[in-house]
């Protein structure tokens, strides 16, 4: 409450000292959207379009757009046929998949560009990074997104530059432990032929270069980069040239951007990207992770931010990140654009609609058949099948662990999820329930399960894994008068420090009942972010496994900014 009120305040204080000023409130993009890269677009209704990184999620790389830079809306997905890329579905680890996209646009053509990364390939190994473009007309249409075109480079974060003279430019971040610096070639964005590698720039002296992207104004040449790493020492950094080929001049500016050193709720600022509205007023982009300086919790992980830019002589000048910003008025005329907004409650009911909703994801690809929408027989709702393996799996095979689940990004610091669930399991380890969950090494799980010993007795179970500590497990005997019925499960972000996971029949929402509350804490996403949905496992055996979820409600109940 205190924090939607002092918004308010803030609004109306802006409004009467500064007309023309708006208020930025971050983050823009809430939740798992990191390493954003965006664009404005006049010629596709006056748009602004982003792209964001997702690791092993799928659908991967999202597309967001906005006609005012407040209100965003989740249109496609670059990635989205499993075919598209097939080297996805290899073994990898949580911290490989997709990673930092470039957004850029020519010629009616939309370019991502992105890195494919082998987590667990050896680091010297150049095949560990595999880059690619993906190019679309309509960027509105998932399948619209062509196949990859291929380029070696020997690293990753590449990024688009198209120069005066029509050739276009390729820059990437060679692997830090190898080679820090910022690479550049040329490249044949039709056969992905590059030309031969340079390092342009090696950075302001700060670890890790990483995150280029090129920008040309007034004769000058400027390459924006991210350094310290993507922890708490993440910076964003600017040279110069008079030639695309460097070398580059250091801002004596520099850094930039950063949050670094100072007790700021938005931490670890950096891997930056700017653009001009349609006024010609420049704004930028940001990872940014709001962490409780106390606890260090930072469950939401890498979300996008943004911050108005300025020139001051021959250098851009980028406001600092705060959870709310005085800035340019914002630009258009708040037209809608159709589709999910990304901060959005919803209310599913399964049995009134035609698909999965858009914005659900899974953790690697799931087996063919093992998430159908069914309308008639027995069976009704979302219907989750788990994967049948002998065999246990390593935590990173995406495409081959005991567990199908369907997520949606934890959106808001504070929010309330619940599912209904009709499950009986007759086999032992045969388990459905609902999943707070980063990776296969991350997550807490509340499910209904039976045990080896006492199979006819289903329980209701929380428990969990985590890098952090070991999630204190609960377990009790689903009560007898439930049974007959589906259940209700149901996860709360109550506060600032803790989230709970509570379970009732769902015809007398009253008894609901907490079975385990549990610190933010042990959810601490590396590169990712937390999501929110449903799962099923048989536990590695070969029992066919099936639970269908009738209703979904994710519901917002507060962003913390400050
Ligand atoms: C642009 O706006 C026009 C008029 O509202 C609409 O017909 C068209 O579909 C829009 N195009 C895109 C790409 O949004
Ligand atoms: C933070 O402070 C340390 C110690 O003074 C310094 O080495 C580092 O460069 C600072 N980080 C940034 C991004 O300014
Ligand atoms: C309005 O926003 C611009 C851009 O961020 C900033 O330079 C200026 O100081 C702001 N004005 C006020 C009165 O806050
Ligand atoms: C899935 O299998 C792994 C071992 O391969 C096991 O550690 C894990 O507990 C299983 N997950 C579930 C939810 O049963
Ligand atoms: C991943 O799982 C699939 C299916 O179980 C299996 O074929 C593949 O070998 C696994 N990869 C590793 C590294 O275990
Ligand atoms: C899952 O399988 C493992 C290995 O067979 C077993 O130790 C464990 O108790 C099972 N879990 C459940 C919930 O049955
Ligand atoms: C099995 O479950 C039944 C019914 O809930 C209970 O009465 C019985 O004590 C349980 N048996 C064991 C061995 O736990
Ligand atoms: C949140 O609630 C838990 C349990 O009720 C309590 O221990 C904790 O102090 C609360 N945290 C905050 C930030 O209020």
């Given at each position: ?5 002092s ?9 009467l ?12 993009l809430?939740?798992?959207y990191?390493?954003p890269?965006?664009i404005y ?11 964001s990184?997702?690791?092993l ?7 967001t ?5 407040q ?16 080297e ?7 911290t ?11 010629d009616?053509v939309f ?17 560990r990074?595999?880059?690619?473009i ?5 960027p509105?249409?998932?399948?619209c997104w ?13 990024s688009?530059?198209?120069d005066?003279?029509?050739?276009v430019?390729?820059?990437w ?9 910022i690479a ?8 992905g ?30 390459l924006?980069i ?7 020492g993440?910076?964003v950094t ?5 030639s ?7 801002n ?5 951007l950063?949050?670094?050193?100072t007790?700021?709720y ?29 606890t260090?919790?930072?469950?939401m ?7 108005p830019?300025t ?5 851009p ?10 800035s ?18 919803e209310?599913v009911?399964f049995?009134e609609v035609?698909?999965?909703p858009?914005n ?7 087996a ?6 069914k309308?008639?027989g ?6 989750l ?20 689940r369907?997520?949606?990004?934890q959106s ?9 669930v ?9 388990e459905a329930?609902?999943?707070m969950?980063?990776?296969?090494d991350?997550?807490?799980?509340l ?9 006819s007795?289903?329980?209701l179970?929380?428990q969990?894994q ?7 497990k ?12 589906s259940?209700r ?10 989230v709970?996971?509570?379970a009732?029949?769902?015809?007398y929402e ?18 990712t ?13 070969r ?6 979820f ?7 109940d ?5």
């Amino acid at each position: 409450m205190k924090t939607l009120l002092s918004t308010a305040l803030a609004i109306s204080y802006v409004s009467l000292t500064a007309a023309q000023n708006s208020t930025i409130l971050n983050p823009m993009l809430p939740g798992f959207y990191p390493d954003p890269s965006c664009i404005y677009v006049p010629e596709q209704n006056k748009t602004y379009f982003c792209a964001s990184s997702t690791f092993l999620t799928f659908p991967g790389i999202p597309i967001t757009a906005s006609k005012d830079l407040q209100s965003w809306t989740l249109i496609s997905h670059a990635f989205s046929r499993p075919e598209q890329l097939p080297e996805f579905a290899a073994p990898n680890i949580p911290t490989g998949g997709l990673w930092a996209p470039t957004l850029r646009y020519k010629d009616g053509v939309f370019y991502m560009v992105t890195t494919h990364v082998y987590g667990d390939a050896p680091e010297e190994d150049t095949s560990r990074w595999v880059n690619f473009i993906l190019t679309t007309t309509d960027p509105y249409c998932s399948r619209c997104w062509s196949d990859p075109v291929y380029f070696t480079a020997d690293g990753y974060d590449p990024s688009l530059f198209w120069d005066d003279d029509g050739q276009v430019y390729v820059t990437w971040a060679p692997y830090w432990r190898i080679d820090p610096g910022i690479a550049q070639a040329t490249i044949n964005l039709e056969t992905g032929e590059v030309g031969p590698r340079k390092v342009v720039w090696g950075g302001s002296g700060n670890r890790v270069p990483e995150g280029p992207h090129t920008y040309k104004k007034d004769g000058w040449y400027y390459l924006l980069i991210a350094e310290g790493g993507t922890g708490e020492g993440h910076s964003v950094t600017i040279g110069r040239s008079k030639s695309i080929n460097g070398p580059y001049e250091s801002n004596p500016a520099n850094p930039v951007l950063t949050n670094a050193n100072t007790t700021e709720y938005f931490q670890a600022v950096g891997h930056a990207d700017l653009f001009q509205d349609e006024r010609g007023r420049w704004w930028g982009v940001a990872l940014s992770r709001r962490t409780d300086r106390a606890t260090k919790a930072s469950p939401m992980g890498r979300e996008s931010v943004l911050y108005p830019v300025t020139w001051e002589g021959e250098w851009p000048v980028l406001q600092p990140v705060r959870g709310e910003i005085s800035s340019w008025e914002f630009p258009g005329d708040g037209g809608e654009i159709p589709g999910l907004l990304v901060d959005a409650s919803e209310d599913v009911d399964f049995s009134e609609v035609e698909e999965v909703p858009g914005n659900f994801v899974s953790y690697g690809v799931s087996a063919d058949g093992s998430v159908q929408l069914k309308s008639d027989g027995e069976k009704r709702g979302l219907c989750l099948v788990a994967p049948v393996t002998s065999l246990p799996v390593p935590a990173g095979n995406a495409t081959a662990q005991n567990v199908t689940r369907l997520l949606r990004r934890q959106s808001h610091s504070l929010f309330t999820y619940s599912v209904d669930v009709d499950f009986a399991p007759t086999k032992p380890g045969q388990e459905a329930g609902v999943t707070m969950f980063i990776d296969p090494d991350n997550h807490l799980d509340l499910g209904i399960v039976s045990l080896s010993g006492n199979v006819s007795t289903p329980y209701l179970r929380f428990q969990g894994q985590s890098d952090s500590d070991t999630p204190e497990k609960a377990l009790v005997e689903l009560p007898v008068e439930w049974r007959d019925g589906s259940i209700r499960l149901e996860i709360k972000a109550f506060n600032a420090s803790h989230v709970s996971f509570s379970a009732g029949p769902t015809k007398y929402e009253s008894r609901i009942k907490t079975i385990a509350v549990a610190p933010v804490t042990l959810l601490q996403p590396q590169f990712t972010g937390t999501a929110v949905g449903v799962y099923v496992t048989a536990n590695v055996s070969r029992s066919s496994t099936e639970a269908c979820f009738t209703t979904w409600k994710y519901q917002g109940d507060g962003q913390f900014r400050s």
